[in-house]
């Protein structure tokens, strides 16, 4: 069935890094848009980043202002897989990060994206404390 | 990037309606129709349960169904039940910068 199943978080130093990872099965990886959400605590949803499949945007990426610079969104789509590199990490970034699918449809070949997110994992923690 | 205003918090009765605001701007949930709903229990994966507006994935209950007026997106639940508890989280296009704008989430509580 389709999944997604996030991993790498993990207790960090403010001004460390950290490298999350998403297993997506059960679906054509390359032919979506991929994103990252988080929670934290006691706080709402924040879009992360985003990064598109394949054509006809292939390296498409976009982060929210409060992690450009920092963050970083790959994918290996023979590998299945989404990855965020986080450096320089702060206190604030602490949180669950959601590795999601961005629902879309390809025609011939080239994939587009709607505005939602349909499938989702369950989550990997990060937490960045001294 | 600025979030979209949603109650912190609503509640009702089991069999009672209840509705759910979303409030942005014309830049983003009232000029476009790309409004979608999350749940999320504690400690799960958030949930989608209806996109562009008023639209329900398959297997979402006929309880939920969401509208919008003007600059205002509502998701109504009806006959709520026990199950229903859990935070409810709205998004919104808000332009190529961004791929949505979050809501900042609303917690229901069913008496």
């Known amino acids: 069935q389709v999944q997604l199943v996030e991993s790498g978080g993990d207790l960090v130093k403010p001004g460390g890094s950290l490298r999350l990872s998403c297993a997506a099965s059960?679906?054509?990886?390359?032919?979506?848009?991929m994103t990252w959400i988080r929670r934290a605590p006691g706080k709402g949803l924040e879009w992360v980043s985003d990064t598109s499949g394949s054509s006809p945007y292939t390296n498409y990426a976009r982060y929210a202002d409060s992690v450009k610079g920092r963050f970083t969104i790959s994918r290996d789509n023979a590998a299945n897989s989404l990855y965020l590199q986080m450096d320089s990490l702060k206190v604030e970034d602490t949180a669950v990060y959601y590795c999601a699918r961005v629902a879309g449809h390809c025609v011939i070949t080239n994939c587009y994206h709607y505005y939602y997110m349909d499938v989702w994992g369950k989550g990997t923690t990060v937490i960045v404390s001294s | 990037q600025s979030a979209l205003t949603q109650p912190a918090s609503v509640s009702g009765s089991p069999g009672q309606s209840i509705t759910i605001s979303c409030t942005g701007t014309s830049s983003d949930v009232g000029g476009h129709d790309y409004v979608s709903w999350y749940q999320q229990h504690p400690g799960k994966a958030p949930k989608l349960i209806i996109y562009d507006v008023t639209n329900r994935p398959s297997g979402i209950s006929t309880r939920f169904s969401g509208s919008k007026s003007g600059n205002t997106a509502s998701l109504t639940i009806s006959g709520l039940q026990a199950e229903d508890e859990a935070d409810y989280y709205c998004t919104s296009f808000a332009g190529s910068s961004s791929l949505v704008v979050f809501g900042g989430g609303t917690t229901l509580t069913v008496l």
């Open positions: 059960g679906f054509t990886f390359s032919n979506y848009y």
